[in-house]
């Protein structure tokens, strides 16, 4: 089972604001990364770190973090927005390993 | 620029074992670590492990423990990910993905579907 927990599915009307959260007893200790996925392809990156968007993610992608719980923000939602996304942090032992929320399905409306 | 091709698609009996390939191009391949993500249909990403292609070293999710296996080939810039004893569940996409950084997979494969059936 995960160790990370994130909503099934959320939705948002286009050009509001959708907060994604992903939780676990390792986001205490470590940044979680977001990813996005949407059907048929591979996931994309598109926040890591504290708050850092790779080259190409808009601005309107940011990420925040508080206790046991990190969040993705879509401020401004577009069409293109509706995906699935991920986080993913280190596991609980804090060791070199990892592990993937348990990912939630954006609908804009 | 940045790329992984990986191999394609395999289809495997129950028990059998699969070896799917990552060739990275675009980058110095020693110089970041290789990740392998799953992904059954209709399901979420599963983090399965990393290695680090200067070392050797890996370190596998505690799932796959004693069932996979990660090597490279420095000299063709291709990294391999071995998974034996293989059931229906192992039915997935497995990506590849870059590793700059902890938890950061900056670059993904195409993926690999691994079908198991007998």
């Known amino acids: 089972s995960s160790e990370l927990t994130q909503d099934p599915a959320v939705s948002v009307a286009l050009g509001q604001t959708v907060r994604i959260t992903c939780q676990g007893d390792?986001?205490?200790?470590?940044?979680a990364s977001w990813y996005q996925q949407k059907p048929g392809q591979a996931p994309v990156l598109v926040i890591y770190?504290?708050?850092n968007r790779p080259s190409g993610i808009p601005d309107r992608f940011s990420g925040s973090s508080s206790g046991n719980t990190a969040s993705l923000t879509i401020t401004g939602a577009q069409a293109e927005d509706e995906a699935d996304y991920y986080c993913n942090s280190r596991d609980s032992s804090g060791n070199h390993l990892y592990v993937f929320g348990t990912g939630t399905k954006v609908t804009v409306l | 620029q940045v790329q992984l091709v990986q191999s394609g698609a395999e289809v495997k009996k129950p028990g059998a074992s699969v070896k799917v390939s990552c060739k990275a191009s675009?980058?110095?391949?020693?110089?970041?670590?290789i990740n392998w993500v799953r992904q059954a249909t209709g399901q979420g990403l599963e983090w399965m492990g990393w290695?680090?292609?200067?070392?050797?070293?890996?370190g596998y999710a505690q799932k796959f423990q004693g069932r996979v296996t990660m090597t490279r080939n420095t000299s063709i810039s291709t990294a391999y990910m071995e998974l034996s004893s293989l059931r229906s569940e192992d039915t997935a996409v497995y990506y590849c993905a870059r590793g700059p950084m902890a938890t950061i997979f900056d670059y993904w494969g195409q993926g690999t579907l691994v079908t198991v059936s007998s």
């Open positions: 770190g504290k708050n």
């Open positions: 390792s986001l205490r200790s470590y940044y």
């Open positions: 675009g980058y110095t391949f020693t110089s970041y670590d």
């Open positions: 290695m680090n292609p200067n070392s050797g070293n890996t």
